[in-house]
């Protein structure tokens, strides 16, 4: 095969796709420009309800579009591709030809015209057939590039041809008739104005409340006609509501005929007569509310609007300046009987849903109304409000003291009952009832810190042995000591260390609000000032603020549980389902980040061999592991998000804490009091200090401080407190703007 014709076939084929790509843009804009053409036509139609003239203009403006569209970009395109071979576009798209496809074509229409081929055009094919081979065609027009705008065109056909056959009822009819309308003549819905109420009779002096809506057609407006007995006809614009038109006329004294129009579309007339009857001079209104509520029953003389909670009879009486033949209470379009007693009439209605009413009465077989709409409005029956007005916050005190909580309540009908609820330690929720009598109370109890008992494990007397004494215990007989095992807990007063959480509760007929929750940590009353056991040591390391940190942030986590748990019982915060995981999930990845924090603090503790310089270093070890025991179940409920089970754990490692922290503060004060020597208990006494205070620091990291004790480098866990802590701080945000 020569290289002219492989050449040929490869322009050919470079051609062939050309083509293609003409035409589904062209399909595409065509069948795009289809779709919104028609789909404004019918938006325009249906408020012109369709008219002859709207929709023939629609016609010819459609057919002037797509026949620009098929002029300009198929026919054009095409032609110019054929008479032009293409060459100028497989040069744009393929520059790497430089013009040897144009010097191609001219030559060959040249010896076309002549004899013969020119002696160069074999050479200049062999030469592009050359950079043909590296130029493959379906990388300058990829495929694509042309189905992409086939796609385009199918979709729009597919939504033109839905809307056609199942789209909305006036968009299905109006697309029908636009395309087919010219050749069918049952291509649009029924159209017509409905109207109410119609024919009827109304009292003379009285109000006639009109409501048309378009049926078939949505117009912009419509347009109520009035001729009054004797008159002429006159008009009027109807407000528009929801869909729906609506016009009051005020104080018909005359028979009156009307009707209603829009868009054209006109509905039939109707006839309102004006009659003399009975006019209601007064609406009485007698509330009995429910039991629940215990409220008094309520009278509103002159009544009107009924504004009440769910459950409420309403006695309704109404007195005419004339007898009443018979009456009815007109209840959001249901009809009550009335009983009637010459110029008064009676009937009850009981407050189930917002809505109107109204009293009638019949003539000649047609409801008249008597009275205007009244609303009726069903009030919300709220949860209690209830908060703890003293302390109003967390608390400390002794374990003889007596602390006074003061409650405020207050509920929109009735507090059925109020309750304090406390815990010692995480323990068992203890319940003692408030006094709550109406829709406010102010009330007392008092928390007798010396009657409360908290079970504790029995106190290990003995120090921890160093590492010397067991490597060396068999060559020397000495006894090891060991910690007591299974030893039942024993229940005493409360100690420096423990805490009573507590809580107020308000309950209504059916919903319960809490307060926040509240702590009294309880304190030495008289701080213990005993040297150590070597009586010496001077300086001090730890200061003052840092040994209530890892307390504290046990504390923000229980609060946070404590609130997650309000907002899911009051639905106060809206929140759904992964919003709370996710919540439940920071609060565990919080708890397990402090967990691991005062394990370091007490195995690093134990490292250093100060459990055995002093028996109170070996109880704050002690009541740092429990704590960290604690933490570990509580993580594993907020994972998953069972709050209320996590809060007692919570609650214990708290108290392990600040036990923790109540011995600290004695061993500072032995150390502080030591007086200058060089006892071990005094250097263990420092030691422990300073090493509290490098892992509870929030401000400086390790390397930033003088004292003696070295640390190794932090772990992943303690550079990850501070993150933590920022976490804990954004979720009491979320927390706060959400109550």
């Avoid at 013009?99 to 013969?116: A, F, I, N, P």
């Avoid at 003389?301 to 009879?313: C, Q």
């Avoid at 003061?406 to 323990?427: I, Q, S």
């Avoid at 930033?704 to 804990?728: F, R, Y």
Wanted: proline content about 4%; glycine content about 8%; charged content about 25%.
């Amino acid at each position: 095969m020569s290289a002219r014709t492989q050449l040929e076939a490869y322009l050919g084929e470079f051609r062939k796709r050309l083509k293609s790509l003409i035409v589904a843009r062209g399909a595409a804009v065509l069948a795009v420009t289809a779709l919104v053409l028609t789909l404004a036509a019918v938006f325009i139609g249906t408020r012109q309800a369709f008219s002859d003239s709207v929709m023939i203009s629609a016609r010819v403006v459609i057919l002037l579009a797509l026949a620009g569209v098929v002029v300009g970009l198929l026919v054009f395109p095409l032609r110019k591709l054929k008479r032009t071979e293409g060459v100028a576009d497989i040069e744009r798209r393929a520059p790497d030809f430089d013009g040897r496809l144009e010097t191609y074509r001219e030559l060959t229409q040249r010896s076309d015209d002549e004899s013969g081929p020119s002696v160069f055009l074999g050479l200049l094919a062999e030469d592009a057939l050359r950079l043909a081979r590296r130029i493959p065609v379906a990388l300058k027009v990829r495929n694509w590039e042309i189905s992409t705008p086939a796609v385009a065109a199918g979709l729009a056909v597919l939504a033109l041809a839905w809307f056609a056959a199942f789209g909305p009822d006036n968009w299905r009819y109006g697309v029908r008739h636009l395309w087919a309308g010219w050749a069918l003549s049952d291509t649009l819905p029924p159209q017509r104005v409905a109207v109410s109420p119609g024919d009827g009779a109304v009292r003379r002096g009285g109000d006639l409340f009109v409501e048309a809506q378009a049926e078939g057609f949505d117009p912009v407006e419509a347009t109520v006609f009035a001729q009054f007995e004797g008159g002429e006809w006159e008009s009027a614009v109807m407000d528009e509501t929801g869909g729906e038109f609506e016009f009051r006329f005020f104080g018909i004294r005359q028979p009156l005929r009307y009707y209603v129009e829009a868009a054209g579309v006109r509905s039939a007339e109707y006839d309102i007569d004006v009659v003399d009857l009975p006019r209601v001079s007064n609406v009485r209104l007698t509330y009995h509310y429910p039991q629940w509520t215990r409220q008094e029953t309520r009278t509103e003389d002159p009544g009107g609007d009924i504004e009440a909670v769910e459950g409420t009879e309403v006695e309704v009486e109404i007195t005419t300046d004339q007898p009443l033949g018979d009456a009815a209470l007109i209840v959001n379009g249901a009809s009550v009987t009335m009983t009637t007693d010459g110029t008064t009439a009676t009937a009850v209605l009981t407050v189930e849903e917002e809505g109107e009413y109204h009293i009638a009465t019949s003539f000649n077989a047609a409801p008249v109304q008597l009275t205007d709409n009244y609303f009726i409005d069903v009030q919300a029956d709220n949860r209690p409000v209830v908060k703890v007005i003293k302390p109003g916050r967390d608390w400390r005190a002794s374990n003889i003291e007596e602390v006074l909580v003061r409650v405020e309540a207050t509920d929109d009908f009735n507090l059925d009952r109020l309750e304090l609820n406390y815990a010692v330690n995480g323990g068992e929720w203890q319940v003692a009832s408030l006094e709550a009598d109406g829709d406010y109370s102010l009330t007392e109890e008092v928390l007798f810190l010396e009657e409360l008992t908290a079970e504790r494990a029995p106190v290990v007397s003995s120090a921890a042995p160093n590492l010397f004494d067991i490597i060396n215990a068999d060559d020397l007989d000495l006894e090891v000591p060991q910690e007591e095992e299974d030893q039942e807990p024993q229940a005493g007063t409360l100690a420096p260390g423990d805490v009573v959480s507590y809580y107020v509760e308000a309950f209504d007929r059916d919903a319960s609000s809490r307060t926040d929750l509240f702590f009294i940590e309880v304190q030495p009353f008289d701080r213990s000032f005993s040297q150590s056991m070597a009586g010496g040591g001077g300086g001090g390391g730890g200061g003052g603020g840092e040994q209530n940190e890892i307390s504290q942030r046990q504390k923000e986590i229980l609060v946070a549980t404590w609130n997650l748990i309000r907002e899911q019982d009051e639905q106060t915060g809206f929140q759904d389902e992964q919003q709370i995981e996710d919540n439940g999930a920071l609060l565990a990845e919080l708890q397990r980040t402090l967990a691991e924090q005062a394990r370091t603090l007490a195995s690093r503790t134990r490292a250093r061999q100060l459990t055995s310089a002093d028996e109170k270093i070996q109880t704050f070890v002690q009541a740092l592991e429990s704590a960290a025991e604690a933490m570990d179940p509580a993580a594993e409920q907020l994972a998953e998000t069972e709050f209320d089970d996590a809060v007692p754990s919570e609650q214990a490692a708290l108290q392990h804490l600040l036990r923790a922290e109540s011995v600290f503060t004695d061993i500072q004060v032995a150390f502080n009091q030591g007086g200058g020597g060089g006892g071990g208990g005094g250097f263990a006494g420092r030691d422990l200090a300073e090493l509290f205070e490098l892992e509870m620091d929030l401000e400086k990291n390790q390397y930033e401080t003088e004292a003696p004790v070295a640390m190794n480098n932090q772990s992943p866990e303690e550079q990850g407190v501070d993150e933590a802590i920022q976490k804990l701080q954004e979720l009491a945000r979320r927390q706060e703007s959400l109550a």
